[in-house]
């Protein structure tokens, strides 16, 4: 059964850091984009960051950019999303989600595109 786990999600003041985690069992990862989503209260899920297969290509939204950084273990069937300089407006949760991409490059924003998600992790900052 294919599934992915996040893990790493917390409550951290303004202007900290986290890493959340997203492990994938099932299959393996070096085929699939990955994707970061997150989805506030009352809002709609948004893209926050993806990765292509081949690791060539990576994606952020406008208010993640320089914040965030995406990456992946390939060997450990992992990826993870660095999170710095944390806002209250970064308060959701967070979900990872996979997809295999027409080719290795491929990786997009979009959540209609990815077809395996995780249950999410929940991210709060506040002081």
């Known amino acids: 059964q294919l599934q992915l786990v996040e893990s790493g999600g917390g409550l951290v003041q303004p202007g900290g850091s986290l890493r959340l985690s997203c492990a994938a069992s099932?299959?393996?990862?070096?085929?699939?984009?990955i994707g970061w989503f997150r989805q506030a209260p009352g809002k709609e899920r948004e893209g926050v960051s993806c990765l292509s297969a081949s690791g060539g290509y990576t994606e952020y939204a406008d208010s993640t950019e320089g914040r965030f950084t995406i990456s992946r273990d390939n060997a450990k069937n992992m990826v993870y999303l660095r999170m710095t300089s944390l806002k209250p407006e970064d308060t959701a949760i967070y979900y990872c989600?996979?997809?295999?991409?027409?080719?290795?490059?491929?990786?997009?924003?979009?959540?209609?595109?990815?077809?395996?998600w995780g249950q999410g992790t929940q991210v709060t900052v506040s002081s």
């Open positions: 989600a996979a997809v295999r991409g027409p080719d290795s490059d491929y990786a997009r924003l979009g959540a209609y595109e990815y077809d395996y």
């Open positions: 099932g299959f393996t990862l070096d085929y699939y984009a």
